[in-house]
């Protein structure tokens, strides 16, 4: 981490128990008024409170507790720079429980964090404002003040005073409502316990479609008006997920609605507020005659992701933002699961290792990565982990954990985590002990070495034959140049016999070790890493490598098999530790693939080479044995969508005839442009999946 900041976390003299908190927001002038009783207990006698707060204009404070009233004589001092405000008492508040009401003023900004404007087009073309929330990670301190540390658990019960003609939404159902004049008051049920970063409000014009669950908890999603046709796909979704989830944890949704929201303006992908959870609208919205088979995949993910959070991260929360890769990289990883349940059409763990793991790889090479769990200080720190190695490399041992255990337990330690700490915050170590507990296994001392240090192994394996026996000899050494770091590894090995399940798994702790596998024909191949679970590369001996090129022609090693391979291969030859010429030699043997994900992995690799090659003599030859290599999944496809075809087959199409045209095919090339033109002239309308590519083509 670069520059720490000096930084000291809020005392926790006196603690919040609950905010009464009244906000009144004026769409025209982007200006709101606030209102917030708080309840709290005194833990120890003080002179003074320090809260979070940033750009809020504090207009009056009193506090009344047991025989003691301040109102007038409270004095209120600000720190920009720390973002508080401290109420100085002429007198030490004396232990016990009392109220804080604060009156204050703040701004709709237009910064995308804390209560800001969103701008919106009404269906008649006029542009309007919402005002929406955005309080991950410290933010909150931007609408209200408040003890704004994850640790510092609090109900809420909010009540929005808001225009009478506009929609008006917090993380509870409505409690009671009432217009007066032009406008309308809104209360909502109380919160359970929880964070102030998962709160949220939205005010604004949406339309909405809605369902129940299997459980009868009422999901909406709401939509831009006018578009709510484009919210029946992540409703569709959400429905699903809710009980898979609740049947994984074994712990009902703790609440009693669901919303997600598309808001015209938002930061990130999405935010997992508690029961009001609001997405980009790209992240929530299929249009089901423009939307193309990735966009809804992507829908489909980032709903599970976010859903999976009102367990992992709502219900239980981490400590403090040093434990932010948890809650992101358990997300990242169940959210697959959950896809996957939902449609196992998708092909989605395939999917995961080219979108997740091999990236996450590529960038934990670097000198410039960082261990996944990083000591923060000062909130300004928060926003540098929010990056690929808390979501990707954390969701990457997080699977390769739930494989080293096994499902059935992991899934008795998530529930025994749960129920331990629900309502709570946890540490990292936490969720180690109970998966500890349940599986017998030594969870903490294997994940600290991949948590607490950046990096990954490469297992360099050799083999003798001896018979149906075979020796092998694996060295795990850091990949790429660094220092002499050393992992406890789960490492499976598979064989041409048992391709798709492990025949023998142990954990590498020293730096070298033999196995000795039985059983295993004298023609038969030795693979490691057994479906691309384990975060580590693998460099085969030549004879080994060699051995398993037939089992990629013929398709016999499966799909996430044969991507890994291929993508170490690469790797390796990036890093100066294989030979190119080797990978291409392996590269041929995809000469038959039909898989997407494969494809598209071993594509990224050759269109990396193309560009190395570009300004050389060999490029118009490496174009054309591209050209070749795609020859036959081409004229398997074809360009027409064929009834009944996969979701997998729809993508797989547009990216090789993407491909093809990026690498100079003439024949590609020139019925790109045809029907590019067909499609612009309105005679023949490319179909979603096939616009990009086309529209991408050299000469259209």
């Known amino acids: 981490m670069s520059d720490k900041k000096a930084f000291q976390r809020l005392s926790q003299d006196v603690v919040p128990l609950n905010y009464a908190l009244r906000l009144t927001p004026d769409l025209t002038t982007f200006t709101f008024e606030g209102k917030e009783l708080i309840s709290v207990k005194v833990q120890k006698a003080t002179t003074s409170i320090t809260l979070n707060s940033a750009d809020i204009n504090v207009k009056s404070v009193q506090y009344q507790g047991g025989k003691q009233e301040f109102k007038d004589e409270v004095k209120v001092a600000y720190c920009s720079e720390d973002e508080t405000v401290t109420f100085n008492f002429p007198d030490l508040l004396q232990p016990g429980e009392g109220v804080v009401t604060v009156d204050f003023t703040g701004e709709l900004n237009d910064k995308m964090k804390g209560f800001y404007r969103s701008k919106y087009t009404t269906p008649d073309g006029k542009d309007r404002y919402a005002a929406v929330t955005q309080f991950e990670a410290t933010d909150a301190r931007r609408a209200f003040p408040c003890w704004d540390e994850p640790a510092l658990k609090a109900t809420f019960d909010i009540t929005l005073d808001v225009p009478k003609d506009r929609i008006a939404l917090s993380n509870m159902p409505v409690k009671a409502e009432k217009e007066v004049g032009e406008r309308r008051v809104v209360e909502y049920e109380r919160t359970p316990i929880m964070s102030t970063y998962l709160l949220a409000f939205v005010v604004g014009e949406y339309d909405y479609v809605e369902d129940k669950d299997a459980d009868g908890v009422l999901v909406r999603v709401y939509t831009p008006t006018g578009k709510k046709e484009q919210g029946q796909f992540a409703l569709q979704v959400a429905v699903k997920t809710l009980p898979f989830y609740k049947d994984y944890f074994k712990i009902a949704y703790p609440l009693p609605k669901m919303d997600l929201i598309a808001l015209a303006d938002f930061a990130s992908g999405a935010m997992e507020n508690w029961g009001l959870i609001t997405y980009r609208e790209t992240a929530l919205l299929i249009d089901p005659t423009q939307s193309s088979s990735a966009a809804k995949q992507w829908v489909a993910l980032v709903v599970g992701h976010e859903i999976a959070h009102q367990w992992f991260g709502n219900l239980v929360t981490m400590e403090w933002w040093t434990h932010l890769w948890l809650n992101e990289g358990f997300a990242s990883w169940i959210e697959y699961l959950c896809v996957d349940y939902c449609f196992p059409e998708y092909d989605i763990w395939t999917q995961f290792a080219s979108t997740d793991f091999t990236r996450a790889l590529e960038l934990d090479a670097l000198a410039s990565s960082h261990p996944i769990e990083v000591p923060v200080g000062h909130p300004a720190e928060v926003d540098e982990i929010f990056d690929v190695i808390s979501y990707s490399k954390g969701a990457s041992v997080i699977r390769m954990l739930h494989d080293y255990i096994g499902d059935e337990d992991f899934r008795k330690g998530m529930n025994v ?260 033109e067909d499609h612009c002239s309105k005679t023949t309308i490319l179909p979603a999946d096939l616009r990009a590519p086309v529209s991408d083509m050299p000469g259209s």
């Not at 294997?446 to 950046?454: A, E, F, N, P, R």
């Not at 492990?502 to 070790?513: I, P, S, T």
């Open 417 to 676: 985590y749960l129920n331990r700490h629900k309502y709570k915050n946890t540490f990292t170590e936490d969720l180690w002990a109970a998966l500890a507990e349940t599986s017998g296994k030594p969870v903490q001392e294997i994940m600290s070495t991949w948590t607490k240090q950046m990096g990954f192994p490469v297992l360099k394996v050799s083999e003798e034959k001896d018979g149906n026996r075979r020796v092998l000899k694996i060295r795990q050494d850091k990949f790429s140049a660094g220092n002499n770091s050393r992992w406890m590894v789960p490492v499976s090995v598979s064989t041409a016999s048992s391709p798709t399940k492990a025949v023998q798994r142990l954990v590498l702790e020293k730096q070298e070790v033999t196995v000795t596998l039985t059983g295993v024909n004298p023609g038969d191949w030795v693979k490691l890493n057994t479906g691309a679970v384990g975060f580590y590369r693998t460099q085969y001996s030549s004879s080994m490598l060699e051995s398993l090129l037939p089992s990629i022609k013929n398709k016999a090693l499966p799909p996430r098999d044969r991507l890994g391979l291929s993508n170490d291969l690469f790797a390796l030859a990036r890093a100066g530790e294989a030979s190119t010429v080797d990978f291409l030699k392996v590269a041929q043997a995809f000469v038959n693939e039909t898989n997407y994900t494969v494809w598209s992995d071993l594509l990224n690799g050759l269109a990396t080479l193309a560009t190395l090659l570009q300004y050389t003599d060999c490029h118009v030859d490496y174009m054309d044995y591209t050209c070749k290599l795609l020859a036959n999944i081409a004229k398997s496809l074809g360009w027409d969508p064929i009834k009944g075809e996969t979701h997998l087959d729809a993508m797989l199409r547009s990216l090789v005839i993407g491909r093809l045209g990026r690498s100079g095919d003439k024949g590609t090339v020139a019925e790109a442009k045809k029907r590019f």
